[in-house]
């Protein structure tokens, strides 16, 4: 049977390919780990995720595919409600709560170049890239989480502000309209997020503290590929702006933080 080439992100393109009901994705060392993972996840409740068929002897992993439809740049209209985002924000919750029992092992490998640099004694395994890209929809509602390739142990609000991050966005207008999301409000959409993850309020500041981080971690992440010569890196890195825009979405979300901050906290219940 032949081969057919799916669209996806920047990381895996080109290399991600279904065969009748099967994908066959790279490997790497983290695969192991993120099989036992997805195991564990489907069998605590949620179905939403791939379930493992198996390692080819050419080294590719083999999952089954999930149907559906997946978000791609630039994004279409209906991505781009609020609706659609909570049914993200809940999804990614549901995952957090069936991986929540996951025994990680000691030894485990994992891929944590997206990871927590404080994952603390209270980690889950996050996805750490969840973005429309890695989304799988049916009805316009979020149905299967994909592409755990990053997957490590970390804060659930971690995993929150890296979700947010790529799917509020949180980005200059000028930048979110590279991908026909230009009109939204990244401070308002993160109220969103916080509100349909369920975060109280020290979690909103953690939140806000976890997206400082990643800006910059982001940057570090694409620059060492550029840097490595990958071609779909180098291609994003010069249709976007380079380093500009890294450095202009830092000093946008310092100057807002105050804004965020407000419009996260402002009119919470009060607590029990």
Known sequence: MDEATLPGGVGNGGEVVQVGAHILRPSGPHTPAVHA?????????????????????DGRERLLYIAGEVAL???????????VLVTI??????YHEAAS????PPDAVWNTELADPAPGPDAVVCHNDVCPENVVFRGASASALIDFDFAAPGRRVWDVAAMARMCAPIETAED?????RGTLNPVRRLRVVADAYGLDEPGRHDLLDA????????SEFVRRRVEAGQPAFVAMWESTGGQARYDRRQAWFEAEQARFLDTLCRDLPASP
Not at 211 to 218: D, P, S
């Open 37 to 57: 993972l997805l195991y564990h996840v489907r069998t605590h409740g949620l179905m939403g995720v791939p379930a493992v068929v198996g390692v080819d002897p």
């Open 73 to 83: 740049p630039p994004f279409p209209t209906w991505s781009l409600t609020d609706r």
């Open 89 to 94: 924000t809940k999804l990614l919750r549901r």
């Open 101 to 104: 029992g996951f025994p990680i």
């Open 176 to 180: 979110a309209a590279r991908t026909g």
């Open 211 to 218: 997206l400082t981080t990643q800006i910059n971690q982001g």
